[in-house]
């Protein structure tokens, strides 16, 4: 079945510090990959997606994530984190026999110390 | 102006009533989702439809009803709610049609959410 896992449930940093979140997916295919990011209260908005081509992929508020095959993996990074990116993230995919189901992992909640 | 924007943003009620979501999208899109977010943060499809037509229909009670008047708007009602439909459902749309969606690059933009709490 097509699945991706969050292996990570909670994360906490020191502000300034990098951060990895890891993505594992399982489709047939390759994927097409995506990172959401869910503020306390907010909904969900997009930082970056993967379709083809280049591996790393840059989105907004300095994140980067990295496909790779070998793998299975779509983590997210930033070189220094802010207070503010202290929310909920989602790893998301679809596949082309999936239509528009997009599949969400069960996110990771990364808090910020000061 | 917000591009998917859903109303109410938060609705508390009492077990056996029936209350409506309402959405809508001013990006022109085609399709559009109805997403929920249960207690643990896990977010599953309920449906989407393209152009007024329902594409999918995950397994959802049928007390969950969609209704697209029009393509760039779709509701959600449900009857006779029970403790278990508290959730955060979530609107979405994209342009291109289902099958297609985000393989031809395009991506679902999410709405804010509804917080539906039944008492």
């Known amino acids: 079945a097509q699945s991706v896992t969050q292996p990570d449930i909670h994360i906490t940093v020191s502000e300034g510090a990098s951060l990895e979140l890891r993505c594992n997916y399982s489709y047939g295919a390759t994927p097409y990959l995506f990172w959401y990011v869910q503020s306390p209260g907010q909904g969900l908005q997009l930082l970056l997606k993967y379709f083809s081509g280049d591996t790393l992929v840059q989105g907004i508020k300095g994140f980067e994530a990295e496909f790779k095959r070998s793998q299975s993996s779509f983590n997210l990074r930033k070189p220094s984190v802010h207070w503010s990116d202290a929310a909920e993230y989602f790893c998301?995919?679809?596949?082309?026999?999936?239509?528009?189901?997009?599949?969400f992992g069960t996110g990771t909640r990364l808090a910020v110390r000061p | 102006d917000t591009a998917v924007s859903q109303t109410p943003k938060y609705l508390v009620t009492q077990m056996g009533n029936d209350k409506s979501i309402k959405c809508e999208q001013n990006?022109?899109?085609?399709?559009m989702y109805w997403y929920k977010q249960d207690s643990k943060k896990f977010l599953k499809i309920m449906f989407s439809y393209n152009n007024k037509e329902l594409i999918i229909n995950e397994t959802v009670p049928n007390r969950f009803s969609p209704k697209s008047p029009d393509k760039a708007h779709l509701n959600l009602h449900i009857n006779s709610l029970e403790l278990g439909d508290s959730a955060v459902y979530f609107c979405?749309?994209?342009?291109?049609?289902?099958?297609?969606?985000?393989?031809?690059?395009?991506?679902?933009?999410f709405g804010e959410g509804s917080w539906l709490t039944v008492v």
């Open positions: 990006l022109g899109h085609d399709t």
């Open positions: 998301a995919g679809l596949s082309g026999s999936s239509g528009d189901k997009l599949t």
């Open positions: 979405a749309s994209s342009q291109a049609p289902p099958g297609q969606g985000i393989v031809g690059g395009n991506t679902i933009y």
